[in-house]
Structures are given as structure tokens and as C-alpha cells.
């Protein structure tokens, strides 16, 4: 089991530019949760993903960001025209219906470098 | 609202020493409390959880519910204990995990 994949660890786009991070959950794990680190800050809930389903999105800016989780392949994190406010790493987390009330498993994060 | 807070941004102690991470939280009921680790560079990972009462890496947390409070201890530090600490609450009906601002542990030679 390679655990909670995401790609790529680090990405770097000029402003205006799209950034689409990926992350795919461990095997057998239908809920994927997104955090953002700004640089010298803690974890911030971004949004709560089940299968094709946006369960919780309280976290997410208004604007430029969305996220899904589709039936087939990775769950993706897509933020528009970013601005360097947005340079921050990003992790994604996994767990199982079963394992909700166990914690989360975490990926490594995309360090996003907006120039 | 509901909150956790973790009053110390940054705490020093030498190793040997005792160590206490403070966390608070001001949720309703019994929420369920996490604490996770991430070390220099590396991927958060669950340290320990109180419904396990389990003692990680001599870690142990217990939760106070007359203080909402979910303090992490540890009789003697050691330096490969330096890391941020998240205290974490799994709460709501979504049953997620809200992340305190966390406490950067550094534990001195």
C-alpha cells in the first residue's frame, strides 16, 4: 500500500498561471480531505471530498479555487489565475469510512511557488 | 465557536527534561482529539489519539474534560522529539479534523 500519493511535490507557476495539484488517496479510502500550510502557519481546512461528492467546502477562498474527487482517478485541487498569496504547501489526507473515528493518513504536500 | 487553541507557538526545552504541549478546546460534547506530529520537512503523522489512551514515542496525552484539555506530556525529551505539534479535534457532523496552530518543539542539547 503506497499510502496518500500526491503530485508533484513541488510546483511553481507565474502569476495567472493554473495549478492543478493531485493527490490520490490509500487504497480503500473514499474520503479525501485538503489542508493548506502558509508559510510559518499551521494546517487549514480547505475542503472534504467523498466520491464525486463535495461533503464540506467551508475552507475554501470564494474564489479561484474549486476541487474534485470523480469517480475514477486522483482527487484534484485546481486553483485559477494564482497570485503569490497562494504559495503555500498543500496536503491531502485519506481515511476509510471505518477509520474516520482513527485519524487520517497524509500525504507528503505540494509546495506550490507562485513567482 | 468552536476552537482548539495552542497557546505556545514555540517551546524550548533540553533534553532530559520534561515537556508539556498545552492544548484547549471549546467544542461541545466529547469531541474526539488527535495529536500529530510533523517533522523537519516531512509528511504530518498520527502521533497519538485519546480514544486509544496509547503512549507513542513516550508520548502520552490524557483528555480533561473539566479543563477541555488534551495536554501532551513527556517525562524526558529527547532531540529527535523536535517537530511541530498539531493538537487536532475530530468534531461535527462531518467529522473532520480541525488543526490547532501548532507547537514547534525544540529540545536542546
Known amino acids: 500500500n503506497a499510502g496518500v500519493m500526491q503530485n508533484p511535490r513541488h510546483l511553481v507557476r507565474r502569476r495567472g498561471q493554473e495549478a492543478r495539484l493531485r493527490c490520490s488517496p490509500m487504497k480503500g479510502h473514499s474520503h479525501v480531505y485538503w489542508y493548506r500550510q502558509l508559510p510559518e502557519e499551521g494546517l487549514k481546512f480547505m475542503v472534504y471530498l467523498q466520491k464525486e461528492n463535495i461533503i464540506d467546502e467551508s475552507g475554501m477562498p470564494k474564489e479561484r479555487f474549486s476541487a474534485e474527487f470523480p469517480k475514477e482517478g486522483p482527487s484534484i485541487l485546481r486553483i485559477q489565475q494564482v497570485v503569490r498569496g497562494d504559495s503555500a504547501a498543500y496536503f491531502c489526507a485519506s481515511s476509510s469510512v471505518q477509520d474516520v473515528n482513527y485519524g487520517y493518513t497524509f500525504g507528503s504536500g505540494t509546495r506550490l511557488t507562485v513567482v | 465557536a468552536q476552537r482548539v487553541t495552542q497557546p505556545e507557538k514555540l517551546l524550548s526545552v533540553f533534553k532530559g527534561a520534561p515537556v508539556e504541549l498545552k492544548c484547549n478546546y471549546s467544542y461541545s460534547g466529547s469531541p474526539e482529539l488527535f495529536w500529530y506530529v510533523q517533522y523537519s520537512r516531512q509528511r504530518l503523522q498520527l502521533l497519538l489519539r485519546?480514544?486509544s489512551r496509547e503512549s507513542i514515542k513516550g508520548f502520552t496525552a490524557d483528555l480533561n474534560k473539566g479543563e477541555t484539555s488534551f495536554h501532551l506530556k513527556k517525562p524526558f525529551a529527547q532531540e529527535e522529539d523536535s517537530a511541530m505539534y498539531y493538537c487536532a479535534p475530530l468534531s461535527g457532523s462531518a467529522r473532520q479534523l480541525t488543526f490547532g496552530s501548532g507547537t514547534q518543539l525544540t529540545v536542546l542539547p
Open positions: 485519546h480514544i
